[in-house]
């Protein structure tokens, strides 16, 4: 198939009740600044309906690339929408909305001079948990790779595929936190980083998934994957 500008990797889980708006929102976005695109969307194993939600925008748009798995977890999503991208140029975002497309053009336009470019979060408010895993880990990656962007884990990230090509086959492929190892590598190999503020709004409809419990147990396999591929580039 032929390669786009532009791919856009973003996994979903139980988002029925935003996935259209937040699909149609970005799409419109892009085709007013006529970026060459496909949208990479994945269903990892919702139980409310997303499939649908998902089939019926893919059949309107041939530009989304619509698929629905057994449920593997966020990150080995990431990683397979990773592998599957075709694009020049790689972006991530998540299905909840709470990043706006808005803010895209402006990182888009930067993209020429960098290889690695984030969009953080400006203005969430989070619980002192969320704290306290988001400063663990821009630690735990200041500490095995060095520093990059202070948004370590953010959901909003453009990568040039060249670069992210090379640096994939380090990761594994049911890394449970992806994005902060690729924060890290981008460090490691001195890639061109660019980071910006991008508002950050509360979610729409639904609730995360996530709760307290699920977040120590992704702090975990975060650190030890995290250190696995550190230490596997040291050899």
């Known amino acids: 198939m032929m390669p786009v500008a532009l791919s856009i990797v973003m996994p979903v889980y139980n988002e029925a009740e935003a996935l259209e708006s937040v699909v149609t929102e970005w799409v419109s976005m892009l085709e007013h600044e006529a970026i060459d695109y496909e949208m990479r969307i994945y269903d990892d194993g919702s139980r409310d309906g997303t499939a649908d939600v998902l089939r019926r925008l893919a059949t309107k748009n041939p530009r989304i690339v619509a698929t629905t798995q057994e449920n593997r977890g966020h990150g080995p999503t990431l990683m397979r929408g990773y592998t599957?991208?075709?694009?020049?140029?790689?972006?991530?975002?998540?299905?909840?909305?709470?990043?706006?497309?808005?803010?895209?053009?402006?990182?888009?336009?930067?993209?020429?001079?960098?290889?690695?470019?984030?969009?953080?979060?400006?203005?969430?408010?989070?619980?002192?948990?969320r704290k306290v895993l988001t400063g663990g880990s821009r630690a735990v990656v200041a500490l095995f790779f060095g520093r990059a962007v202070v948004d370590v884990n953010s959901p909003y990230r453009l990568m040039r595929g060249e670069w992210l090509r090379r640096v994939l086959p380090r990761i594994p492929i049911s890394a449970a936190v992806p994005n902060i190892i690729l924060t890290g590598l981008a460090a490691k190999t001195r890639a061109r980083v660019f980071a910006m503020p991008v508002a950050y709004r509360a979610r729409r409809t639904g609730a995360t998934s996530l709760n307290l419990r699920r977040i120590a147990r992704l702090a975990v396999r975060a650190v030890i994957d995290t250190a696995k591929v550190a230490f596997r580039g040291l050899r």
């Open 84 to 129: 599957e991208a075709r694009g020049e140029w790689v972006f991530q975002t998540d299905s909840d909305g709470e990043m706006e497309g808005a803010s895209f053009p402006s990182l888009w336009s930067m993209r020429d001079r960098y290889d690695f470019l984030v969009g953080e979060r400006e203005g969430r408010l989070s619980p002192m948990h």
